[in-house]
């Protein structure tokens, strides 16, 4: 017995899927927010600040470094929720068309992820670098994992790809223009 998928039901697993990663990113974005929000309100022994990232050592070091990094933290985190929000969203409201792909709806969607993938990638590559600069400043700092800004690379290098079919996108567009012109 074989059983086929149509690309119908494969969107909604995909739907579903990108909700439950949204909720996931969500979560840890909002973690990020509070946890440094609360830091600085109530200015605790900063012991465990989100999911096992001790940051501690970076607050006793200099509050200012620690704004910085966890301002990265977040800015990376909050990117990467728009991404799904935004994926999310063109399958919610239907603007994929199979008839249809080339459109400027596609297109400025295909361009608005490579955006946000780029700078995901650019963020988590300053706050690696930075990192490692506390580090030899004799900081105690995370791995890169548990700050959640590793990969840098994947996300440049998928930024650019969606880069790259936004520009087909693009194209495509206009070439569909220019065919509904002669007809």
């Not at 979560?27 to 900063?46: H, K, R, V």
């Not at 501690?56 to 929000?85: Q, T, W």
């Not at 459109?103 to 955006?115: P, T, V």
Request: hydrophobic letters at 50%; glycine letters at 8%; charged letters at 15%.
């Amino acid at each position: 017995m074989e059983i086929k998928i149509g690309s119908k039901e494969m969107l909604k697993v995909l739907y579903i899927i990108c909700w439950l990663l949204f909720i996931g990113v969500g979560i840890e974005a909002g973690g990020f927010i509070f946890n440094a929000i609360f830091t600085f309100a109530l200015e605790p022994e900063a012991g465990f600040f989100w999911k096992e990232i001790d940051l501690s050592s970076l607050y006793k070091y200099d509050h200012g470094y620690f704004v910085i990094m966890i301002s990265v933290m977040i800015i990376v985190s909050v990117m990467r929720a728009i991404m799904f929000y935004l994926i999310i969203r063109i399958l919610h409201n239907k603007k994929l068309s199979i008839s249809q792909p080339f459109n400027k709806e596609m297109q400025r969607f295909i361009s608005g992820l490579s955006y946000l993938a780029l700078g995901v990638g650019l963020f988590s590559h300053c706050g690696v670098n930075y990192s490692e600069w506390l580090v030899k400043q004799g900081v105690e700092m995370p791995d890169i994992l548990y700050l959640r800004l590793g990969g840098e690379d994947v996300w440049i290098f998928m930024g650019i790809i969606l880069l790259i079919i936004a520009q087909i996108f693009k194209r495509g567009i206009e070439i569909q223009s220019e065919n509904d012109l002669t007809i």
